[in-house]
């Protein structure tokens, strides 16, 4: 199927799996399931087929996909949910990439669990006030 030409700006959805791996998805090698409409996302979009974790938790790992900086330098190095938390929240002036999509003129849009910061509510993340979190 050939991609239409875009003359605005093209849709993104971004997608974050808890306990998943790649062969989870059936377009990915190996695979033994059946996901058609995954499937199709992935092929008339962008998948990330080399993406790893930078750590095994929950918070600094996505943390870390949402800022681009690694634990030590967006502050996120533990659940942030915890009362034996180190740090509650990004270190002043880290930017998500949700927030250079929203300046960009995306209307934004979470789904899920936030769990990149506990000071950040779904009214003051960078997603906006129509962010919808389960925890």
Known sequence: MQRPAYSEKPNVV???AEHHNGQALGSEP???????????????????SQMRTPTSICAPARASVN??????????????????????????GVRLWSEHLREAGYRMLFLGRWHVSATRTRRTSPMGAICRSTT
Request: aromatic share 10%; no cysteine.
């Open 14 to 16: 971004f997608v974050i």
């Open 30 to 48: 190996g695979s033994i399931v059946r996901t058609p409409v995954l499937d199709r996302v992935a092929a008339e979009g962008l998948s990330f």
């Open 67 to 92: 800022s681009g900086l690694y634990a030590h330098a967006n502050g996120m190095w533990n659940n942030n949910h915890t009362p034996a938390a180190i740090n509650r929240d990004l270190f002043p």
